[in-house]
């Protein structure tokens, strides 16, 4: 691979789990948090982001050293938890799929004044002409790039134009008024959890660029990857602080839209609708190749139909969403999920790093091990929290 193509599919790794991380439901819950919160959402904003940087270093270098797929190395550790492993990431992946459709949806609603469920279908259908292509990986990577600093583009201009307390917000950064651990841990949940710590890492690996040689670039890519979802996520906050330190209440049916509403009119509220079009957009593709990705070694018939599984994957999200609505508790279980399937992951990957016959004569870094282990512990202990909620909420 000539240096033109591996800078394209570093770029397109990393934009894919960033732009996997930024969907309707990231906005949504940064927008309503941020309401919630005022200036003290940066302190949550923070520590959510240095341990998703934790995370995904360690699950990103690992993957790439040992060669292998994050079911592969579940698998070497102890046979059968590949599949468990899978099949959590597969439901999660689904559930927020179709949260990913109906965002598109109402991304295209909010643009051109369609019906839900026509602007659903064209959502499921955009996925699925990208995934028709010989070329999808690639085309994919374009995508992913493209709609990512558009996003990044459009949010900076609302965030700018709002004009907000930034001093207020930095000093919360780093000396927080009050602390809130469940909005860290959707936080983190939100931004590594579930398929998205495995998206990048997962396409680096079907492009070849694995082992110990290729780990400068590995970091690269993964920091950028979570560089851009943190701007995204920080331009966001301002945006919304702006607005609601103004006094003005967000509707909190759709509280997102209605912060760029109230901050840059009818202009504002279109460009909501393309951020949150290409949010949901790249979302829908994240979700759907890495939820196949897992599948791929596990079942022969998937990685010879990988497309096909993948367009399979797409159209069953988007008819569940025209069909059934938006099934709610089915995105409550996979959000509690998610909270729980990080630590698991997370715990699995730490364990190979210290096993030769997975990772070969690879050192991995000390520092990352430790706190790759407090991240663990920490969101286990969270999504555990999530559960006993869950199961409340299902008596």
Known sequence: MDKKSNLSVLLGAAFLMATSAI?????TQTAVFTKDMGPTFAFVI?????????????????LAVSKMRGQDVANSILPGLGYLITFLVCLG????????????ALGFQVLFDIDLKLAAIISGAVGVIIF??????KL???LTQVLGALMILLIGYVAFSTNPPVGAAVKETFVPSSVNLMAIITLIGGTVGGYIIFSGGHRLIDAGIVGEENLKEVNKSAMLGMGVATVVRIFLFLAVLGVVTLGNELDPGNPAADAFKIAAGVVGYKIFGLVFLAAALTS????????VSFL???FKVVAKYENLFIIGFIVTSTLILIFLGKPVKLLILAGSLNGIILPITLA????????????????????LFYLGWIVVIVTAYIGVQSLSSLTKLFA
């Open 23 to 27: 969907g309707p439901g990231f906005m």
């Open 284 to 291: 829908i593709v994240g979700a759907a190749y890495t939820s």
């Open 348 to 367: 699995i990957t730490l364990i190979a790093s210290k096993k030769s016959s997975i990772v070969g004569s690879y050192k991995h870094s000390n520092i």
């Open 296 to 298: 791929k070694t596990l």
């Open 93 to 104: 992946g689904l559930a927020f799929n179709i949260g990913n459709v109906g965002g598109a």
């Open 140 to 142: 994919m990577d374009k």
């Open 132 to 137: 028709s292509f010989k070329s999808a990986s």
């Open 46 to 62: 923070l520590i959510s982001v240095i341990m998703s940087f934790v995370a995904q270093l360690n699950v990103w270098r690992i």
